[in-house]
């Protein structure tokens, strides 16, 4: 029969895939670390490190349960750093006679892996990787032939589909699908903030590797430890911990910002559920079921509010990702061309609320969903930075950053760049939102009220920019096109004003 080389890319470390529920020793499982994973954009270095020592563990988990496994370190010899010289090297080394793998979930692999199965002259098998709970293509044949494509008709379809927080197969718990009314409030300090008991991970091995390896990666990592869950134990651990502490207030607060806390009652599952340490399925049930047990403490609308991200968003995305790549990569609705100001590697801005958002991103490979997209989302769009600039960007420096996820929230939700395919309008505020949900105006050297002057809150001029230079593809938009009855509106004067006030910030961006 020969041997069967198995591989195992980094994101795919599902203990329960079916693979894994008999030892054959004839089927060599292959994990590698290589530069062309770590290379292909600037990350975090806690990105790199616990990517690493999560495929470390989920090495020695398959050992310890009686599989073979090749693990290729960044620093062997052997390692030619890249996915299919290795394999090549592989097939040849153990006389393989027959290579499998577990369908990739960015189009970039994918690519490499059907050119691979090409060039091989060993039989090459697909599989799917049993994590997601929809198809590649659900999403396309939903809405083919539709005019557009709705984020809640397709999560009411899995609502039903799987039967979560429903009454009868037609009918939502508690007669509605959405409550978002009664979720997103500003947070005024009322309820204690979750400790977030996060695993305390030493990574100081991993790191020595990096260096010596002489990988390229920015960000912190204070004494080489990590805070993110890194095998299944911990990935249950957190998960446990944030539906005790965290999904009471998750639904309230999920919009809210403040000073000195990058994580509120977020989650911070995104890496474990993405790595696939956790499957959806196991955490929707966890908040369904905290719901039926303890109604008055999880209520249906924050249970709700949180099931829609991973029921819906996290689905949704994905479908647009596959459904619309290559060419959703390349999309530019706005021609946008400007580099990112530099201080997005820094954090060194006068703009308070950027800098919390940044600062917090570099020091934990982490912000939350309304950081990401009102504050630097936001900016980027507001400041005209290219696409693929901004794109770059959310993929190094967030943790649970892997293309299929990063590209559809960012191109798409955040900078509109599919011109409205995914979302159905730019998400662009002036001061005025950033203040409702935070109290980062107060502590910020700009004044949130003014739109011109030098103490004036660059959001706020950069906004009628955006919808002056954007009129002839914007107007249109019946969900915009208020917006251009205020512009058209305004006094001339005051409005030239803020067009210049704004295009001297525009070339100045780096001095904000
Ligand atoms: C510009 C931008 C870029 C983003 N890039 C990524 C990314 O690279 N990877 C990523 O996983 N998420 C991304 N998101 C979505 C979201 O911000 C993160 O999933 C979330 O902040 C992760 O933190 P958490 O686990 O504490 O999530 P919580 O707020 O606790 O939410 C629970 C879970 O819901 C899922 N989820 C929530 N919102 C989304 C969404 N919009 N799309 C997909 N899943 C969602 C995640 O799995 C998350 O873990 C991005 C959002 C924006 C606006
Ligand atoms: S005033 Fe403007 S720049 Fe300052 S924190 Fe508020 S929104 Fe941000």
């Not at 997103?184 to 260096?211: F, I, T, W």
């Not at 159905?424 to 050297?445: E, F, L, Q, R, W």
Request: net charge neutral; with cysteine.
């Amino acid at each position: 029969m020969g041997i069967s080389l198995r591989l195992i890319l980094g994101d795919q470390l599902n203990q329960s895939h079916s693979w894994y529920k008999e030892v054959n020793p004839d089927v060599v499982y292959v994990l590698m670390e290589m530069k062309q994973e770590t290379d292909y954009v600037l990350h975090h270095q806690q990105k790199i490190a616990c990517f690493f020592e999560a495929m470390r563990r989920f090495a020695s988990h398959l050992k310890s349960h009686g599989h073979r496994v090749h693990y290729v370190h960044i620093n062997d010899e052997e390692n030619q750093q890249k996915l299919s010289t290795n394999i090549a090297w592989l097939i040849n080394f153990y006389s393989a006679s027959k290579f499998e793998y577990q369908l990739p979930d960015e189009y970039r692999l994918d690519e490499e892996l059907k050119a691979l199965e090409k060039s091989l002259d060993v039989p090459v098998y697909a599989v799917d990787t049993e994590h997601f709970l929809s198809s590649r293509k659900d999403l396309e044949e939903q809405f083919a032939n539709k005019k557009q494509v709705l984020m809640e008709s397709f999560y009411r379809g899995m609502r039903k589909r799987y039967g979560i927080l429903m009454d009868a197969p037609d009918k939502p718990k508690g007669g509605k699908w959405n409550y978002d009314a009664e979720n997103r409030k500003p947070y005024k300090g009322k309820e204690a903030l979750p400790a977030h008991n996060q695993p305390r991970n030493k990574l100081s091995q991993v790191k020595e590797d990096m260096v010596k390896a002489d990988l390229n990666y920015f960000g912190e990592m204070p004494e080489d430890t990590a805070f993110w869950p890194l095998d299944r134990e911990q990935a249950l651990q957190v998960l446990q911990d944030f539906i005790q502490h965290g999904l009471p207030y998750f639904g309230t607060y999920q919009d809210a910002m403040k000073t000195g806390n990058d994580f509120l009652f977020h989650s911070r599952l995104s890496f474990a559920l993405n790595v696939k340490l956790l499957h959806p399925m196991e955490v929707i049930k966890a908040a369904e079921e905290a719901h039926q047990r303890s109604p008055a403490v999880y209520s249906l609308a924050g249970t709700e509010g949180f099931i829609r991200q991973i029921l819906g968003w996290r689905e949704f995305v994905r479908g647009i990702y596959w459904w619309k790549m290559p060419e959703y990569g390349e999309s530019n609705f706005f021609g946008q061309t400007r580099e990112l100001p530099t201080w997005y590697w820094t954090g060194e801005t006068k703009m308070h609320c950027l800098k919390e958002c940044i600062k917090g991103s570099l020091n934990n490979a982490y912000a939350h969903h309304i950081q990401r997209l009102m504050v630097t989302g936001n900016f980027a769009l507001l400041a005209g930075i290219h696409p693929t600039a901004v794109d770059a960007w959310y993929l190094g420096i967030y943790i649970d950053a892997i293309e299929w996820v990063e590209m559809p929230n960012t191109r798409g939700m955040s900078q509109f760049a599919d011109g409205g395919f995914l979302g159905t309008k730019p998400y662009v505020s002036t001061a005025n939102y950033i203040d409702k949900m935070s109290d980062y105006c107060g502590h910020c050297h700009y004044d949130k009220k003014l739109k011109t002057g030098a103490k004036a809150c660059p959001f706020n001029s950069l906004y009628w920019h955006f919808y002056e230079r954007n009129r002839a593809l914007l107007e249109k938009n019946p969900r915009i096109g208020m917006m251009y009855q205020l512009l058209n509106k305004m006094d001339t004067n005051e409005k030239q004003k803020i067009l210049s006030h704004a295009e001297g910030l525009l070339q100045n961006l780096d001095k904000l």
